[in-house]
């Protein structure tokens, strides 16, 4: 998967770019009204863009669940550009995680890094509000909630 960037805009919404297998940067910005901009830059010139879609809160759902975005994603966005200082963050479990085997009570996630998990995506199935008795696969997608240090202590502890 490829790393993308986050990028606050203040009174506007957030950007994320990623650059994809063939090298093109692509970029994602949400507005904070719903309205959504996917923007290809040009190659040579990273501040320009060669394409920008223009889509509303309806033709982003639609474009996400074509490209297979599951509802669960998209609810949780649009509660994120509601609520101020809220995070989200998906996070992939390697097969080899320490998170694999136990269950999320006995991983004490969100005492030790404020973090809840609220989903987990796992092949074509999304498992809301999993409960403290759930235990990962290696190659489960984990939804999470919370302030962005507490997301970055998470994601410390699904990487180790």
């Given at each position: 998967m490829a790393e993308v960037?986050?990028?606050q805009l203040p009174g506007v919404g957030v950007r994320y770019e990623f650059r994809t297998t063939a090298g093109e940067l692509v970029g994602v910005l949400f507005h904070r009204s719903g309205r959504r901009e996917v923007v290809v830059y040009d190659r040579d010139d990273p501040d320009a863009c060669t394409t920008v879609l223009h889509l509303s809160g309806d033709d982003a759902r639609t474009f996400s669940?074509?490209?297979?975005a599951s509802q669960v994603s998209e609810v949780l966005s649009q509660v994120q550009y509601q609520i101020e200082g809220l995070a989200i963050d998906w996070l992939h479990i390697h097969p080899d995680s320490d998170v694999v085997g136990p269950t999320i009570?006995?991983?004490q996630f969100r005492t030790r890094t404020g973090a809840s998990i609220v989903a987990v995506v796992r092949g074509d199935t999304t498992i809301p509000a999993p409960g403290p008795d759930f235990t990962f696969n290696g190659g489960?997608?984990?939804v999470?909630?919370?302030t962005a240090e507490?997301?970055?202590?998470?994601r410390k502890l699904f990487d180790e």
């Open positions: 960037t986050e990028i669940e074509l490209l297979g009570s006995d991983g489960d997608i984990a999470a909630v919370g507490g997301l970055a202590s998470l």
